[in-house]
Each structure stands twice: as structure tokens, then as C-alpha cells.
């Protein structure tokens, strides 16, 4: 499965209804999620974001946490129909920053976030679309990206829930500055799952010049 379109499908569909059912928004989750987000942003207290937008929301663990961390306005783009529901029935995020859409086509304007980040998102862009995807999120964000995700120091494609073509690694920061080479890394790090809970994850922050 490496078409993109088939990919999106089955994201929208039953594949990423199980993957919501899959991840709970708990108190443990969300907590995690809100440890991970103070170190990242510890690296910008300094002229911290006004707003962020999570590309790739599922139900919107990330989103709870940094609720509890920052009173930035908050996004969303979430191409799953019941995640959406979601998010906005447990009132993470109003309807009117909540977007079906997806990384290659986000509907905002150019330099309409402070923040824009991905979250275990880039690793399920098909590579021949991830050039796309990138320059997007670097459109839509005026100051900073961030990127969580699985590291390999070469592009491989992992069997991922039984399936091929759904899941890539590669060096997801390492990209930023190739395509990119004016972003200021700020900092990056790895979440490490026995001392933080989280899946062992890689990240990195960028400023925009």
C-alpha cells in the first residue's frame, strides 16, 4: 500500500478507527504527553508560540496536553472523521480550527501559525510525497517546526499492523535542513519509552529565519 491516495483511504476509514480505539486519552497518555512537551518547549520560553497546530490530531492527546502548558491558540488537521468527533465533543478544539485535511494540502495561510507540528505523522507520508508534505507545514508556519518522530539514518519502510507501504523511517531532521537549509535548529532529543512512557521517538525543533 504506497499510493498515497489508498493510503489516506485507509486512514479515513476503518484502519484509522482502529487506531483511535487503539490510543486512549488518559491521564497517564496525556500526562506523558504534557513531560514531553515541557522539554520541547523549555527550548522557547523565551519568545514562546501564540499558536500551534498539530498536523495529524487523531483524538488529540498531544493537543490535551499542551492545554494544560500554554494558552496559545490552538489548531488541528485531522483527515479522520471520528477522531474529529472527538475532538470536538471532549472540547479539545473548537470546530473552526479543526480541519479535515491532511499534509500535503493543509488549508491555511501562508505563516498562519506560530508553531506547526507533526507527531508521529511524517513516518506515514509515502516518500514520493513527502517533499510536498514538508514544504506545506514550512508554508503554513511563521516561527517554529517541530517534528516527533521514529529516526533511521536511511530510508527504510517498516511492516506495520500486518501491512507494507504504511509506515517509513528515515531522518526526519536531517531532511528539514536539506530542503531547507535556512532553519535554525534549536534543539532536538530522543524520548526514551522506559523513563517517559512515550514510543522511543526522536525529535526536532526548528526556527524559521
Given at each position: ?33 504534557a513531560h514531553a512537551f515541557t522539554e520541547i518547549l523549555s527550548h522557547v520560553k523565551d519568545n514562546p508560540p501564540a499558536s500551534i497546530l498539530e498536523v495529524g490530531a487523531n483524538i488529540g492527546i498531544n493537543l490535551r496536553a499542551l492545554v494544560r502548558l500554554t494558552d496559545a491558540e490552538l489548531f488541528a488537521v485531522e483527515p479522520n ?129
Amino acid at each position: 500500500m504506497t499510493d498515497g491516495t489508498a493510503l489516506i483511504d485507509a486512514w479515513k476509514g476503518e484502519f484509522g478507527d482502529d487506531y483511535l480505539m487503539r490510543n486512549r486519552a488518559t491521564e497517564e497518555t496525556v500526562g506523558n504527553a504534557a513531560h514531553a512537551f515541557t522539554e520541547i518547549l523549555s527550548h522557547v520560553k523565551d519568545n514562546p508560540p501564540a499558536s500551534i497546530l498539530e498536523v495529524g490530531a487523531n483524538i488529540g492527546i498531544n493537543l490535551r496536553a499542551l492545554v494544560r502548558l500554554t494558552d496559545a491558540e490552538l489548531f488541528a488537521v485531522e483527515p479522520n472523521a471520528s477522531a474529529r468527533e472527538r475532538l470536538v465533543a471532549d472540547e479539545v478544539i473548537p470546530q473552526d480550527r479543526l480541519f479535515d485535511a491532511v499534509a500535503t494540502e493543509l488549508p491555511l495561510d501562508d505563516v498562519a501559525v506560530d508553531l506547526v507540528f507533526t507527531s508521529g505523522v511524517l513516518i506515514h507520508v509515502p516518500p514520493e510525497d513527502l517533499e510536498t508534505a514538508y514544504g506545506e507545514i514550512n508554508r503554513v508556519a511563521a516561527r517554529y517546526i517541530l517534528s516527533i518522530e521514529y529516526f533511521s539514518p536511511k530510508p527504510v519502510s517498516i511492516p506495520y499492523r500486518g501491512h507494507e507501504g504504511l509506515l517509513f523511517k528515515r531522518d526526519f531532521g536531517g531532511m528539514w535542513l536539506d530542503l531547507f537549509p535556512g532553519l535554525e535548529p534549536v534543539a532536538n532529543g530522543f524520548f526514551w519509552r522506559r523513563t517517559t512512557g512515550l514510543d522511543d521517538i526522536n525529535w526536532w525543533l526548528f526556527r524559521k529565519p
